[in-house]
């Protein structure tokens, strides 16, 4: 699948592996800081690579875990490919000299694309550098720089003045938990990106015919995000439970695997081609595993991260849900003093 898409979305934006200066590869992307982690992370483990007690910045895998559901690109790379190709690729992209009939059998894989061989291979030679990382980087770099701009603007209170966007900073400290101000920033960027995601996901539901879940639904901390994301894909089957779920989509999956997914395991990307896969114009719906995997990310690193004893899991997801909320909020508040502040343009203006 990602194959036959990479041609469309790296073409169309004019990247190749030996074009990289554009400047919104430059400008947009937000660079990953140094953080410390308490504990081990669970789902996210071996994508971060962070060792508890030691300080340093997670890896950019961490993005191929949220948006393709792989621990690593070069693990999505080896999934598409097959583990015979993988290793054909693998030496190409070291330079080894391989036959003809090797390069030829990778060729098939990519559909004969040839442009599409050299991206995949720069991703192995230097992930962070390829073209697909770059691409994933400016994305949600995109996202996470718009909902810093909104969030920078001064709205005011209609009764005293002040402003109402409250500073990430003060909203961290008066919650219960104890987590450093780097690591507090990043969950506060998942939050925010999730956010951005699927207001855009949502914004585009009328081209499909199944509209996905709100971040309100995805957030909800009564579950995990998986959960709540899974029981969205239930209504739609009518089922009243996972278990039934499974079977009305015709889905092969063990019995058991759904409610292993429900309360956090990684939700693997064939387990949800599988439950979509009888849904027409599933695509809004299937995005939206994007902010749901960012949420699962957001209360995991916010377990690991906390200082003191680990957050239980429903302590993590409240308060993740309570920072989605009041962005939503804000963003509410800001919308509706941009709609007032128009309207007193168009009134003050001559006619």
Known sequence: ??????????????????????????????????????????????????????????????????????????????????????????????????????????????????????????????????????????IEGAAYRLMLFLRSLHTPCPCCGANTITRSEDWWNSQACNIAAPEAALVDRACMVAVAISFFISRHKDSFSRAPPSIWQLAEASAHPYRNWLESVARIFQAPDLSRLAVRAGADLEPDALWRYARGETLPPEAIEMLISRINGSGAIQAAVIPARTLAFAIEFLRASNMEQPLDDSMARKIVSDRIATIRSELGLLLRDFVHRQAHIHLATPR
């Open 1 to 138: 699948m990602l194959l036959a898409a990479l041609p469309l979305y790296l073409g169309n934006m004019e990247i190749s592996p030996f074009n990289r200066e554009l400047p919104l590869f430059e400008a947009l992307p937000v660079p990953l800081w140094d953080v410390t982690i308490s504990r081990e992370l669970r789902q996210f483990k071996s994508a971060v690579g962070l060792s508890p007690c030691l300080t340093a910045t997670p890896s950019v895998n961490v993005l191929a875990a949220i948006v393709f559901g792989r621990s690593s690109f070069e693990a999505l790379v080896r999934r598409e490919l097959g583990d015979v190709e993988f290793r054909n690729l693998r030496n190409f992209a070291r330079g080894h000299v391989k036959s003809p009939r090797s390069l030829g059998s990778i060729l098939v894989k990519c559909g004969g694309d040839h442009v599409l061989l050299e991206h995949l291979a720069a991703i192995l030679r230097d992930p962070a550098s390829s073209s697909l990382v770059r691409l994933v980087s400016v």
